[in-house]
């Protein structure tokens, strides 16, 4: 629920611009480095994912993404949300979620695991600086802000495995 309708619009939109270039220099890592993780550690992740399936599921997450920021940056809503609601849940969200996720992977494997680098790099600082501003400028509460936190949790598996799927049936 946004509790202030006044914020610094020009760095919103800065913020929301952000997202698509980040995210994809995030997925890059994973994309070069996906399938010869999912070999080495075959006796513990039970399937397969090549190079390309991941590339256009990726692409497909990515165009969906960058759709909505799109729309925030004009003002309009994605998937039911308002502009402030939208970066909220995608960044602070479902691109934090997706980076602890690589670290508790980091943890478990005990080595490399793919979009750990950027994670901490990209992933990690965008969203904090993204949470602090929303916060800030009282666009959103705390509590909003790690609802969103574990609803990203939640759904980003999902999703990435629709969009597998969905490309494998393409591909």
Known sequence: METVKEYDESKFK???LLFPPLYLIH???EIITVEKFLEENSNIIPFNVTALEFSFAFTLLWILASIGCFRAFIGKRFIGMKPTSFLAFLVPGILLANGIGHLLQFIFFKDYVPGIVTSFIILYPYSFFTAKFLITERVITKK???NYLVLGFIIQVPLAFMALYISTLIL
Do not use: F, V
């Open 27 to 29: 997925d890059i890592e």
């Open 14 to 16: 800065r913020i929301l």
């Open 144 to 146: 909003r802000l790690l």
